[in-house]
């Protein structure tokens, strides 16, 4: 049996003091192999094509060239996977998401960002090792849904009680499968709660940059909120997010608590308040991510009635959170991106004609 070889990666950042964090962090690890390091993105386009690295951190302000027209670029002629290493600032989380949007994989803190080295460590080996794993240059922008919906009187059924809640989780490559999905809701869609892995902050970037491109309105979501039909809400980077019913209404709670599955929030911790709080009104999606986050909170959400859909793995960066969901009996239904957003309306609207 052959030794797996490390992940070969390049770090790209401005600052020596960041490389050389980067550097020493990431040596800790026996399948990381840091192979070099690049001050700009000339230097790293040289290094690319002579080290053939798997996977680049890249950081988003350089000299000479930005990060954000590099990675363009790069997606375009080279396609490989990129993790960004973002400061936490308003304006470096919106270049986040836009790089996610390019066709970067993850994004992390940078050390010197709030977290200390070995906290953005253990966020950027396990950000590398999704990368490593994705498919990447398939395509740059989310997936032309087969059907988008429109309101219609049919659907007004969702809108009375307001009870029936999609409840979606994602990870890597999430941003933009989530995007897909949301694009084929109609305005006055079903009550929707999310939770992507994403570091603090970046999910009100994320969240904004949703609201502008849908036809609901899409939010980060805030202790108390109700959830009801036309707004879609997602869990704060760093903070859990849970639904508790209160009387014929939902509300979402937004708490710390461990990580669970090394995230906050995790997709876990929603989906198991879900089935609690929800049961057979709710409806539960997993989408593309590495490892197996969400799995057993699906299953909670199967086994108290709710209908339950995960991506299936042609369309998936990644396909290990709905692989697992799949092998341990959770999914109830697997279906290509391209036909979520739809089959998820289907399933809110045939949960109708069971009652409550």
């Keep these: 049996m052959t030794e797996k070889r490390p992940i070969r990666v390049l770090v790209v ?9 980067l550097t020493r962090e990431l040596s800790r690890y026996d399948d990381i192999e840091v192979v070099g390091t690049a001050v700009d993105p000339y230097v790293a386009r040289e290094k690319i094509v002579r080290l053939k690295p798997d996977v680049i951190t890249l950081d988003i302000e350089m ?6 027209s590099f990675l363009e670029k790069l997606m375009k002629h080279y396609p490989i996977p990129v993790v960004v290493a973002s400061s936490l600032t308003p304006k470096h989380s919106e270049a986040a998401i836009r790089a996610l949007e390019l066709g970067a994989v993850e994004v992390v803190c940078k050390p010197g960002s709030q977290y200390s080295a070995p906290d953005v460590s253990g966020q950027l080996v396990r950000a590398i090792r999704a990368a490593a794993a994705a498919r990447v240059g398939r395509r740059q922008e989310p997936e032309a849904s087969d059907e988008v919906a429109a309101p219609s009187p049919e659907r007004k059924r969702w809108l009375g009680a307001g009870r029936k809640v999609v409840a979606i989780g994602a990870s890597t490559g999430g941003t933009r499968a989530i995007e897909t999905v949301l694009r084929a809701f109609p305005p ?14 970046f999910t009100a970037s994320f969240a904004r940059r949703l609201n502008e491109v849908c036809a609901m309105e899409v939010r980060e979501g805030k202790d108390e909120d109700e959830v009801v039909p036309g707004v879609a809400l997602i869990a704060p980077g760093d903070w859990h997010m849970v639904l508790e019913r209160r009387g014929a209404q ?3 709670r937004i708490k710390k608590g461990p990580p669970v599955h090394h995230q906050r929030p995790a997709v876990d911790v929603l989906f198991h308040s ?3 709080s929800a049961g057979k009104n709710a409806v539960g999606v997993l989408l593309t991510g590495m490892g197996c986050d969400g799995a057993q909170g699906l299953l909670a959400m199967r086994q ?6 995960v991506q299936d793995e042609e369309s998936c960066a990644v396909f290990g959170m709905p692989k697992e ?17 739809a089959a998820i309306l289907r399933a809110v609207e045939s949960d109708d004609d069971s009652g409550s």
Excluded at 304 to 309: C, D, K, N, V
Excluded at 325 to 339: C, D, F, H, Q, T
Aim: charged letters at 20%.
């Design 13 to 21: 950042d401005d600052s020596a003091l960041v490389r050389q964090v």
């Design 63 to 68: 000299p000479r060239m930005d990060g954000l």
């Design 188 to 201: 006055d869609g079903p009550g929707t709660v999310i939770v992507q892995h994403m570091p603090e902050h």
């Design 250 to 252: 939902y509300v979402v």
């Design 274 to 276: 879900v089935a609690k």
């Design 304 to 309: 108290s009635g709710a209908r339950t859909l």
């Design 325 to 341: 969901a799949i092998r341990i009996g959770a999914a109830e239904e697997v279906v290509p991106l391209s036909r979520m957003g």
